[in-house]
C-alpha cells in the first residue's frame, strides 16, 4: 500500500476529502472521527471499513496521514467497485470510481448548505427534484439534498431533476462534486472543501442528516444543470447510489460553480431571494392555522398545552418520531406549549412532510416565532431573511463551524431569539403601581378626626386667623379636595394648624370651615374631656368666629358655592366661620330634608336658624357663620321661625345629613322640644339613629350640643346657599365638580357623623352598663 | 471531550448511550454499567439527607487507566454518565460540570416533548447534535 497512484481527479478528490477530514488542519493527520464517518459514508460493511483501515496503515500509526488517508479512499472505491480489498488492488485497479460516500452528506450537506444557505430555502423544489421515493430514501437522500442546496443558486443552469435513481441524490452529489470539483479546479479547494466540510463536522455519523427539508427547499435549478452536466461526464455506476462522480470535477461547470461558491453567501442570498422560500406560510395557509388553533385555544395569544398539541398532530398520522422531531423544531422556548406562532410553524411543518418534504435540521427563519428583534436581526445579515437561514438547517446546525456569516446569525439569532423571548415576556410583566388617589376618601381624615381626640380648643385664634386668611384668600376658590382629604391631624393644634395651612394655601375660606368643622366635630365628639370646648366654643363665639360648626359632619366645606358665597360677603369672624361651614351639600337632600325636619321640630328651628343664615349667606359668607344664629337657635326655641326657616331649612337640611345628629343633638340639648323633633329631624334626614341615644346625649353633653348647633348652623348655611350654586356656577364643568365635591363632603360629613354616632352609641351604651350594675347592686335591697 | 455520554433511566437502564470511537462502544456500555454502581452508593450516601442536600453533580466516579468516569444525577434520579479519556489533558471540573449542565437541559427539552413519552430511548436530533458537539471535540 505504499506506492499509490492516483489519477488526477482521485488525487484532487482524495485531497479534498482529506481536507474536509483534516480539521486540525496539520496537513498530515486526518481525525479518526471525520474519517471514521466518512468511511461510514461508503456504505460499506463494518468490517471492511475496519479492513481498509488496517491496510492503509492507519490501525498502525493510530492516525491518518495523507498516504494512508489516501490509500484508504482508494480501496473504499475498490471496495465500492464490488472488488477485494488487496494491497495489490491499490495500483493494479485502473479506472476505479472514485469512491462514493453516501453518509458524508451531512458533512458535505452542511458545507454546501453553509455555503449556500440560500439555496435551500430556495430550491422551489418544484418538480424539478421529484419528491423523495420514500422515507427510507430520503434519509440518504437528505445529505444530497442538503448538498444541493447550497448550490449555487446563481448558475442559472436549469434545474434539471438528475435523472437518476434517487432524483435528490443527484443533486447533492452534484453538489458535492462541484464543490470538490470547484475547490480543485478553481479557487482553493481546500478552501472551499474545507470552508463546506467544517459545518459538517457535526453532522456526521450514522443517522442521516435531516436535511431533508434542505433539499427541499433547495431545488437550485442551476445546480442541477451543471449537476446534469457533471452527470453526463461520469455515468453513474451504481444504481443505488448517485454516483459521486469525480468527474464533475473537471467539469467547468464545477469551475463556475466553485466560483460561485466562493461568493456563495452573497450570491445565494440575492439569488434566494429571487427563489420561493418553501418555509414560507402563504397568507391562506396561515388562516388556516389560525383557525385550527381557535378550535384548541381559542384565545390567540394563548398556549396550546403540549397534550392538546400531542392528539393534534397525531392525527396527521405522521411517525411519534418525527412528529417528536416537528415539535423540537417548532417549540422555540421550549416550554411544552405552543404559541400560535409555534402552532403555525408545527403544522407548517406536518403539511410539508406529509407532501414529502423532508424536516429540516433547524427551524427556517420563516416559520421562526415572531420575536420583537428577530426580523431586524434576521434581515441585517441577509436581504433574504426568509431563504437565508432557514435554508441551511444544517450549517445552523454546526453553529460552530466558521462558516460564512450566515451561519453565524443563525445561532445569533437563536440566541437573540431567546433573549428576545425572555425580554417580551418581561416586559410584560411591567406593572404600573395604582396610584392612590391621595384625594380619595377625604372624609377619613375627618372621621379619623372626629374620634376621640383631647380637644385643646384654641379655636378661636384658629378661627380667627382662618377667618381673615379666608378673607384675604381667594374665596372662589373651591374647598379643594386637598382642603378635604387632608388628614386633619387629631392633634387640635396640629389640626388646626393645617386648618390654617389650608387656609393660606386653599384660599379658601371653606377650607377654613372645613377645619372649623373638625373643630367642632371633635369637640363634639369628644364631650366628655371637652372641657374647653364649651369654652372654646364660647371663645370661638365670643369674637364672632364661627364655632366649629356643629355639622363637622358637613365637612362640605369646600363647596364651591358656599365659598363663594361667603366669599362674596366676608363679614368677619363669623363669616370666616361660615365659610368654614358650607359644606356643599347635594341639592338633593334639600327638599327631602327639608321636609322632614321641617316638621314642625325643633331641629327646625335649628334648621331655621340654619336656613335663615343660608340665605343671607347667599350674599354674604358670614351669614353662614352666623353663630348668632346658633345661640338663638339654641337659647330658645323659635318655632316661628320654622315656617319661615323651612324653606330656608330645606337646604340647610340638606347639609345636614351630617349635620342632622348634630343638630339633632342640638335639639337634645334643648331637650323636650330637641327630643321630638330630633328624632324626627335625625328619622327624616337620616338612618334613624338610637333616638333615646340622642336624648341621652342632649341631656349629658350640653357641651356637644352647643358644639352642634354651630355645625347645625353651619349646615344649614351650607344647606342656604345651595340654592345659589347653580348661579354661582357659571360653567357646567365648575358645576359638576362642585357637585362632585360637594358629593363628596356629604359623604365626609356623613361618615364623620356616623363616627360620631357611633361614638355616642358607644357611650351610651356603656352608660347604661354602668347604670344597670347600680340597679343591681340596689335590688337586693330593694327586694328586702 | 467524552468518549462516552450515557443517559441512564431511573430504573437503571439506558436511555441514550453515545460513544464516540465506534469500535469500543461495548466496552464503554460496559463501563457505564458499572458506573452505575457507584453512582448508586453515592446517592444512598447521602442518607437521610433528601435531594436538597444532595448536590446534583456527583464527579468522578472513578478513574481507570485510560479513561475517568464522571456522573451526575437528576432529582428524578436520571442519571447521566460521561466517560473521558484520560489521555486529554485534565478536563477541569468546571467543564464537566458544564457538559453535565447542558445535558440536563438538553435532556430537559426532550422531556417537554409531549411526544416523548418517559422511558423511551432519547431519538431527539437536537439532543443528538449537542451530544455530538460535546464528543466530537475530544476524539
Known amino acids: 500500500m505504499e506506492s499509490l497512484t492516483l489519477t488526477d481527479v482521485e488525487q484532487k478528490y482524495y485531497s479534498d476529502l482529506f481536507v474536509y477530514c483534516d480539521t486540525d488542519n496539520t496537513k498530515k493527520v486526518a481525525s479518526n472521527g471525520k474519517v471514521l464517518d466518512l468511511f461510514r459514508a461508503a456504505q460499506l460493511p463494518s468490517e471492511v471499513v475496519l479492513q481498509i483501515t488496517e491496510l492503509c496503515g492507519a490501525t498502525r500509526l493510530g492516525h491518518f496521514g495523507r498516504s494512508q488517508f489516501y490509500i484508504a479512499l482508494k480501496l473504499i472505491a475498490v471496495a465500492q467497485s464490488g472488488l477485494p480489498l488487496r494491497v495489490e488492488s491499490l495500483n493494479s485497479v485502473k479506472d476505479l470510481p472514485l469512491p462514493r460516500f453516501v453518509v458524508a452528506k451531512n458533512e458535505q450537506e452542511a458545507r454546501h448548505t453553509a455555503m449556500y444557505p440560500d439555496l435551500e430555502n430556495q430550491g422551489p423544489y418544484q418538480g424539478v427534484i421529484p419528491r423523495p421515493p420514500g422515507r427510507g430514501q430520503v434519509k440518504k437522500v437528505h445529505t444530497f439534498y442538503l448538498m444541493f442546496t447550497p448550490l449555487q443558486p446563481d448558475t442559472t443552469s436549469p434545474v434539471v431533476s438528475p435523472h437518476q435513481s434517487p432524483p435528490t441524490s443527484p443533486h447533492a452529489w452534484r453538489k458535492h462534486k462541484r464543490q470538490a470539483s470547484g475547490g480543485n479546479v478553481e479557487r482553493p479547494p481546500v478552501v472551499v472543501a474545507g470552508a463546506v466540510w467544517t459545518p459538517f463536522r457535526e453532522a456526521q455519523s450514522g443517522p442521516v442528516v435531516v436535511g431533508d427539508g434542505m433539499w427541499s427547499a433547495h431545488s437550485p435549478p442551476p445546480v442541477q444543470e451543471s449537476w446534469v452536466s457533471l452527470k453526463d461526464t461520469y455515468p453513474p455506476s451504481s444504481s443505488k447510489m448517485p454516483p459521486m462522480h469525480l468527474s464533475p470535477f473537471q467539469e467547468n461547470s464545477s469551475i463556475r460553480t466553485v466560483a460561485s461558491v466562493t461568493t456563495a453567501n452573497e450570491i445565494q442570498r440575492q439569488s434566494s431571494s429571487g427563489y420561493d422560500d418553501p418555509w414560507k406560510i402563504t397568507d391562506e395557509q396561515r388562516q388556516y392555522y389560525i383557525n385550527q388553533f381557535k378550535t384548541i385555544q381559542p384565545d390567540l395569544n394563548g398556549f396550546i398545552p403540549g397534550s392538546a398539541a400531542k392528539e393534534f398532530f397525531t392525527k396527521s398520522k405522521l411517525p411519534i418520531l418525527e412528529l417528536s422531531h416537528i415539535w423540537e423544531l417548532s417549540d422555540f422556548d421550549k416550554d411544552g406549549a405552543l404559541t400560535l406562532d409555534e402552532f403555525c410553524a408545527a403544522f407548517h411543518l406536518v403539511v410539508a412532510r406529509k407532501n414529502g418534504y423532508d424536516l429540516p435540521e433547524k427551524l427556517p427563519e420563516s416559520l421562526m416565532p415572531k420575536l420583537i428583534d428577530l426580523d431586524d436581526s434576521a434581515e441585517v445579515p441577509d436581504q433574504a431573511p426568509d431563504v437565508g437561514y432557514s435554508g441551511s438547517p444544517v450549517e445552523v446546525t454546526p453553529n460552530k463551524s466558521p462558516m460564512p456569516s450566515l451561519n453565524q446569525t443563525w445561532p445569533d439569532l437563536n440566541q437573540g431569539n431567546e433573549q428576545w423571548e425572555t425580554f417580551s415576556e418581561r416586559s410584560s410583566s411591567s406593572q404600573t403601581l395604582t396610584q392612590f388617589d391621595s384625594n380619595i376618601a377625604p372624609a377619613d381624615p375627618d372621621t379619623a378626626i372626629v374620634h376621640p381626640v383631647p380637644i385643646r380648643m384654641t379655636p378661636s385664634k384658629i378661627h380667627m386667623q382662618e377667618m381673615e386668611l379666608k378673607r384675604t384668600g381667594s374665596d372662589h376658590t373651591h374647598p379643594t379636595s386637598p382642603l378635604m382629604a387632608k388628614p386633619p391631624e387629631l392633634s387640635e393644634e396640629t389640626k388646626l394648624a393645617t386648618s390654617m395651612k389650608f387656609v393660606t394655601a386653599n384660599s379658601g375660606k371653606c377650607q377654613g370651615m372645613f377645619h372649623y368643622h373638625k373643630e367642632l366635630r371633635t369637640i363634639a365628639v369628644c364631650r366628655s374631656n371637652s372641657g374647653t370646648s364649651p369654652e372654646g366654643l364660647k371663645v370661638a363665639a365670643a369674637p364672632p368666629p364661627p364655632p366649629p360648626r356643629p355639622n363637622a359632619s358637613h365637612s362640605r366645606s369646600s363647596s364651591l358655592d358656599m365659598n363663594r358665597n361667603f366669599a362674596a360677603h366676608p363679614t368677619g369672624p363669623q363669616q370666616s366661620g361660615v365659610v368654614a361651614c358650607p359644606p356643599a351639600i347635594p341639592p338633593r337632600p334639600l327638599p327631602t330634608q327639608t321636609s322632614g325636619p321641617h316638621s314642625g321640630h325643633r331641629s327646625d328651628e335649628g334648621l331655621a336658624a340654619h336656613s335663615t343664615t343660608s340665605p343671607q349667606q347667599i350674599p354674604e359668607q358670614p351669614n353662614f357663620a352666623d353663630f348668632s344664629q346658633f345661640q338663638a337657635f339654641a337659647a330658645s326655641d323659635q318655632p316661628s321661625d320654622d315656617g319661615e326657616k323651612h324653606p330656608e331649612s330645606l337646604p340647610v337640611e340638606k347639609s345636614t345629613e351630617g349635620a342632622g345628629p348634630l343638630r339633632t343633638v342640638k335639639i337634645d340639648n334643648q331637650e323636650d322640644r330637641a327630643a321630638a323633633t330630633v328624632n324626627s329631624a335625625k328619622g327624616s334626614i337620616m338612618a334613624p339613629p338610637p333616638k333615646p341615644v340622642r336624648r341621652r346625649l342632649k341631656s349629658e353633653d350640653e357641651l356637644q350640643d352647643e358644639a352642634l348647633p354651630p355645625k347645625s348652623n353651619v349646615i344649614a348655611t351650607v344647606l342656604a346657599t345651595l340654592p345659589s350654586i347653580p348661579r354661582s356656577v357659571g360653567k357646567d364643568k365648575k358645576a359638576i365638580q362642585a357637585s362632585i365635591r360637594r358629593n363628596k363632603e356629604t359623604n365626609t360629613v356623613l361618615a364623620r357623623l356616623n363616627s360620631e354616632l357611633q361614638q355616642q352609641l358607644k357611650d351610651l351604651l356603656e352608660e347604661r352598663i354602668s347604670l344597670e350594675v347600680q340597679l343591681e347592686q340596689l335590688r337586693p335591697f330593694s327586694h328586702l | ?139
Do not use: W
Open chain 2, 1 to 139: 471531550m467524552a468518549v462516552c455520554i450515557a443517559v441512564i433511566a431511573k430504573e437503571n437502564y439506558p436511555l441514550y448511550i453515545r460513544s464516540v470511537p465506534v469500535q469500543n462502544e461495548l466496552k464503554f456500555h460496559y463501563t457505564v454499567h458499572t458506573s452505575l454502581d457507584v453512582v448508586e452508593e453515592k446517592i444512598s450516601a447521602v442518607g437521610k439527607a433528601m435531594a436538597d442536600q444532595r448536590e446534583l453533580y456527583l464527579g468522578l466516579l472513578y478513574p481507570t487507566e485510560d479513561y475517568k468516569v464522571y456522573g451526575y444525577v437528576t432529582n428524578s434520579k436520571v442519571k447521566f454518565v460521561i466517560v473521558a479519556d484520560s489521555s486529554n489533558t485534565s478536563l477541569r471540573d468546571n467543564e464537566i460540570r458544564s457538559m453535565f449542565r447542558k445535558l440536563h437541559n438538553s435532556f430537559t427539552d426532550v422531556m417537554c416533548n409531549p411526544f416523548y413519552n418517559p422511558g423511551d430511548t432519547i431519538q431527539s436530533k437536537a439532543f443528538d447534535s449537542m451530544v455530538s458537539a460535546m464528543m466530537v471535540q475530544a476524539s
